[in-house]
C-alpha cells in the first residue's frame, strides 16, 4: 500500500522560508516521478515542482527561483523548500506520485498525500 504524508506548513509572514516534507511508504521515491501541488482557496490544484527518477526537476513559472524540490532516497521522503514567501503562496500543498503521463497534470498522478496547509500573510 503507498502512503504519502506531508508535513511542515503553517502560517508565516511574506519574505520568511518554510520545508515541506513528504515521508513515502510502498514506493521508492529513487524510481518514482515526486511532485507537489497545491490548491489555493477557490481556485484547481495547481502544479508546483517535480523530481524525475533520475534527480531532474522542473518548477512552474510561479516558484522558479524560489521553491526547491528534493529527495533523500535513503529516507524515502520528498521536501519543498520554499523561500520567499508571498500571499499567493497561500494554499494546501499536496505530495503526489507519479504513475504516468505528462509531469505537470493532476490526472498522471495516481498517490497522493492528505495536504499541508501553507498560509503567508502579508
Known amino acids: 500500500q503507498v502512503q504519502l504524508v506531508e508535513s511542515g506548513g503553517g502560517l508565516v509572514k511574506a519574505g520568511v522560508s518554510l520545508r515541506l516534507s513528504c515521508v513515502v511508504s510502498g514506493r521508492t521515491v529513487r524510481s518514482n516521478f515526486m511532485a507537489w501541488f497545491r490548491q489555493a482557496p477557490g481556485k484547481e490544484r495547481e502544479f508546483v515542482a517535480v523530481?524525475?527518477?533520475?534527480?531532474?526537476?522542473y518548477y512552474s513559472d510561479s516558484v522558479k527561483g524560489r521553491f526547491t524540490i528534493s529527495r533523500d532516497v535513503a529516507k524515502n521522503e520528498v521536501y519543498l523548500q520554499m523561500n520567499s514567501l508571498k500571499s499567493e503562496d497561500t494554499a494546501v500543498y499536496y505530495c503526489?506520485?507519479?504513475?504516468?503521463?505528462?509531469?505537470?497534470?493532476?490526472?498522471?498522478?495516481?498517490?497522493w498525500g492528505q495536504g499541508t496547509q501553507v498560509t503567508v500573510l502579508s
Open positions: 523530481i524525475t527518477w533520475n534527480g531532474i526537476t
Open positions: 503526489a506520485s507519479h504513475r504516468d503521463g505528462t509531469y505537470y497534470l493532476e490526472e498522471s498522478y495516481d498517490y
